[in-house]
Nanobody, 120 residues
Framework: QVQLVESGGGLVQPGGSLRLSCVVS????????MGWYRQAPGKQRELVAV???????NYADSVKGRFTISRDNAKNTVYLQMNRLKPEDTAVYYC??????????????WGQGTQVTVSS
Protein backbone atom coordinates (compact mmCIF):
# COMPACT_ATOMS: atom_id res chain seq x y z
CA GLN A 1 0.00 0.00 0.00
CA VAL A 2 1.29 3.44 -0.94
CA GLN A 3 1.93 5.79 1.97
CA LEU A 4 1.76 9.56 1.62
CA VAL A 5 3.17 11.93 4.22
CA GLU A 6 2.41 15.63 3.90
CA SER A 7 4.20 18.37 5.84
CA GLY A 8 4.95 22.08 5.84
CA GLY A 9 1.62 23.57 6.82
CA GLY A 10 1.12 26.22 9.47
CA LEU A 11 -0.37 29.57 10.36
CA VAL A 12 0.48 32.43 8.02
CA GLN A 13 -0.78 35.97 7.53
CA PRO A 14 -2.62 36.98 4.34
CA GLY A 15 -0.09 37.68 1.63
CA GLY A 16 2.41 35.27 3.10
CA SER A 17 3.97 32.10 1.72
CA LEU A 18 4.32 28.44 2.63
CA ARG A 19 5.96 25.43 0.97
CA LEU A 20 4.31 22.07 1.39
CA SER A 21 6.03 18.73 0.86
CA CYS A 22 4.65 15.24 0.30
CA VAL A 23 6.77 12.09 0.40
CA VAL A 24 5.33 9.05 -1.35
CA SER A 25 6.49 5.52 -0.56
CA UNK A 26 7.21 2.90 -3.18
CA UNK A 27 8.66 2.93 -6.68
CA UNK A 28 5.53 4.06 -8.50
CA UNK A 29 6.06 7.76 -7.78
CA UNK A 30 8.42 8.63 -10.62
CA UNK A 31 5.92 7.58 -13.30
CA UNK A 32 2.81 8.94 -11.56
CA UNK A 33 0.98 12.17 -12.23
CA MET A 34 0.62 13.78 -8.82
CA GLY A 35 -1.74 16.38 -7.46
CA TRP A 36 -2.29 18.58 -4.46
CA TYR A 37 -5.78 18.63 -3.01
CA ARG A 38 -7.34 20.68 -0.26
CA GLN A 39 -10.41 20.38 1.91
CA ALA A 40 -11.82 23.33 3.82
CA PRO A 41 -14.26 22.84 6.71
CA GLY A 42 -17.72 21.95 5.42
CA LYS A 43 -16.53 21.71 1.81
CA GLN A 44 -15.65 18.92 -0.57
CA ARG A 45 -12.04 18.06 -1.30
CA GLU A 46 -10.82 19.90 -4.39
CA LEU A 47 -7.84 19.38 -6.66
CA VAL A 48 -5.76 22.55 -6.98
CA ALA A 49 -2.52 21.60 -8.77
CA VAL A 50 -1.21 18.73 -10.89
CA UNK A 51 2.22 17.72 -12.20
CA UNK A 52 3.01 14.88 -14.59
CA UNK A 53 6.03 12.59 -14.35
CA UNK A 54 7.90 14.85 -16.78
CA UNK A 55 6.92 18.14 -15.16
CA UNK A 56 3.90 19.37 -17.10
CA UNK A 57 1.61 21.27 -14.74
CA ASN A 58 -1.99 22.40 -14.45
CA TYR A 59 -3.80 24.49 -11.86
CA ALA A 60 -7.26 25.35 -10.64
CA ASP A 61 -8.25 28.91 -11.50
CA SER A 62 -8.42 29.79 -7.80
CA VAL A 63 -4.67 29.27 -7.34
CA LYS A 64 -3.25 29.98 -10.79
CA GLY A 65 -0.43 32.52 -10.63
CA ARG A 66 -0.01 32.09 -6.87
CA PHE A 67 0.79 28.39 -6.36
CA THR A 68 3.57 26.37 -8.02
CA ILE A 69 3.75 22.58 -7.99
CA SER A 70 7.07 20.81 -8.48
CA ARG A 71 8.60 17.40 -7.85
CA ASP A 72 11.87 15.62 -7.14
CA ASN A 73 11.62 12.06 -8.45
CA ALA A 74 14.91 11.09 -6.78
CA LYS A 75 13.35 11.92 -3.41
CA ASN A 76 9.82 10.63 -4.17
CA THR A 77 8.60 14.09 -3.18
CA VAL A 78 6.10 16.55 -4.59
CA TYR A 79 6.04 20.18 -3.45
CA LEU A 80 3.53 23.02 -3.44
CA GLN A 81 4.91 26.54 -3.17
CA MET A 82 2.07 28.82 -2.09
CA ASN A 83 2.51 32.58 -2.42
CA ARG A 84 0.16 35.52 -1.84
CA LEU A 85 -1.96 33.37 0.42
CA LYS A 86 -5.55 34.36 1.10
CA PRO A 87 -7.91 33.44 3.97
CA GLU A 88 -9.89 31.30 1.52
CA ASP A 89 -6.81 29.10 1.05
CA THR A 90 -7.31 27.84 4.60
CA ALA A 91 -7.75 24.06 4.42
CA VAL A 92 -6.12 20.71 5.05
CA TYR A 93 -3.84 19.96 2.10
CA TYR A 94 -3.23 16.46 0.75
CA CYS A 95 -1.27 14.96 -2.12
CA UNK A 96 -2.32 11.98 -4.22
CA UNK A 97 -2.66 10.75 -7.77
CA UNK A 98 -4.40 13.00 -10.27
CA UNK A 99 -4.80 13.51 -14.01
CA UNK A 100 -3.41 16.41 -16.02
CA UNK A 101 -7.00 17.29 -16.92
CA UNK A 102 -7.67 17.95 -13.20
CA UNK A 103 -9.61 14.74 -12.64
CA UNK A 104 -9.24 13.48 -9.07
CA UNK A 105 -7.66 10.07 -8.59
CA UNK A 106 -6.04 8.30 -5.66
CA UNK A 107 -3.76 5.42 -4.70
CA UNK A 108 -6.53 3.88 -2.58
CA UNK A 109 -5.27 5.62 0.51
CA TRP A 110 -4.69 9.15 1.77
CA GLY A 111 -2.18 10.70 4.11
CA GLN A 112 -3.03 12.69 7.21
CA GLY A 113 -2.75 15.98 5.37
CA THR A 114 -1.18 19.21 6.58
CA GLN A 115 -3.21 22.14 7.93
CA VAL A 116 -2.79 25.54 6.32
CA THR A 117 -4.40 28.47 8.11
CA VAL A 118 -4.30 31.95 6.61
CA SER A 119 -5.34 34.54 9.14
CA SER A 120 -4.24 37.85 10.59
Amino acid sequence: QVQLVESGGGLVQPGGSLRLSCVVSGNIFSRSTMGWYRQAPGKQRELVAVITSVGTTNYADSVKGRFTISRDNAKNTVYLQMNRLKPEDTAVYYCNLASLTMRPLDFGSWGQGTQVTVSS
